[in-house]
Nanobody
Framework: QVQLVASGGGLVQAGGSLRLSCAAS????????LGWFRQAPGEDREFVGA????????AYADSVKGRFSISRDNAKNTLYLQMNSLKPEDTGAYYC???????????????WGQGTQVTVSA
């Protein structure tokens, strides 16, 4: 079955950086767009960024534009999220996700990974 295993979370001071990874298995990696979402305690899960199957199209939430960078390595079946200039409001559980098709546009999420916790201290 599809497995999406996120890692790389941790505790960091404001202004610091983290790189999240999401290793995928049980699927043909290049058949799917992928994304990152996050959820703070007591809040709804929110979109962070998405990337199409080839890496040729990328989208970000306004709140992370210019600070976060999403990428994928199709040879390694791995999705990444480079997070720079972190803020306390970036704190939450970060989830990787697989969309239903090769594009994230007008598509829903078909599978979720487990979360990895990111905590940014002031």
């Amino acid at each position: 079955q599809v497995q999406l295993v996120a890692s790389g979370g941790g505790l960091v001071q404001a202004g610091g950086s983290l790189r999240l990874s999401c290793a995928a298995s049980g699927m043909t990696f290049t058949n799917f767009a992928l994304g990152w979402f996050r959820q703070a305690p007591g809040e709804d899960r929110e979109f962070v960024g998405a990337i199409n199957w080839s890496g040729g199209a990328i989208a970000y939430a306004d709140s992370v534009k210019g600070r976060f960078s999403i990428s994928r390595d199709n040879a390694k079946n791995t999705l990444y999220l480079q997070m720079n200039s972190l803020k306390p409001e970036d704190t939450g559980a970060y989830y990787c996700a697989r969309y239903y098709g090769r594009s994230y546009a007008n598509s829903g999420v078909g599978s979720w990974g487990q979360g990895t916790q990111v905590t940014v201290s002031a």
